[in-house]
Nanobody
Framework: QVQLVESGGGLVQAGGSLRLSCAASGRTFSSSGMGWFRQAPGKEREFVAGITWSGTKRYTESVKGRFTISRDNAKNTVYLQIDSLKPEDTAVYYC???????????????????WGQGTQVTVSS
């Protein structure tokens, strides 16, 4: 069983920055792919960024150049650095973990086995 807890969300003006954190329980963190998804009211949950156990990163097109995913295996934590925030980034951001050594695309929610409860990011214009 893996538990994920997101933090770092909040209210920020457009153009500002946030760093989201996802703290994971369990000893398998370093071997799991990690992803960030987001869901705005009335919209589908969408992939934002992912990082495999080996460090390969992937981003959805709308956040490339603004968002950076990273992980600190010693702290069992994955981060999402968000720069140049836009109002359309407003959403609940969810952290997710894959099975150990998963080597798929990381893009689809079905590729993940564990999910956090989310942290709210609100961007004002």
């Amino acid at each position: 069983q893996v538990q994920l807890v997101e933090s770092g969300g909040g209210l920020v003006q457009a153009g500002g920055s946030l760093r989201l954190s996802c703290a994971a329980s369990g000893r398998t963190f370093s071997s799991s792919g990690m992803g960030w998804f987001r869901q705005a009211p009335g919209k589908e949950r969408e992939f934002v960024a992912g990082i495999t156990w080996s460090g390969t990163k992937r981003y959805t097109e709308s956040v490339k150049g603004r968002f950076t995913i990273s992980r600190d295996n010693a702290k069992n934590t994955v981060y999402l650095q968000i720069d140049s925030l836009k109002p359309e980034d407003t959403a609940v951001y969810y952290c997710a973990a894959s099975r150990p050594y998963y080597s798929g695309s990381m893009y689809y929610d079905r590729e993940y086995d564990y999910w956090g409860q989310g942290t709210q990011v609100t961007v004002s214009s």
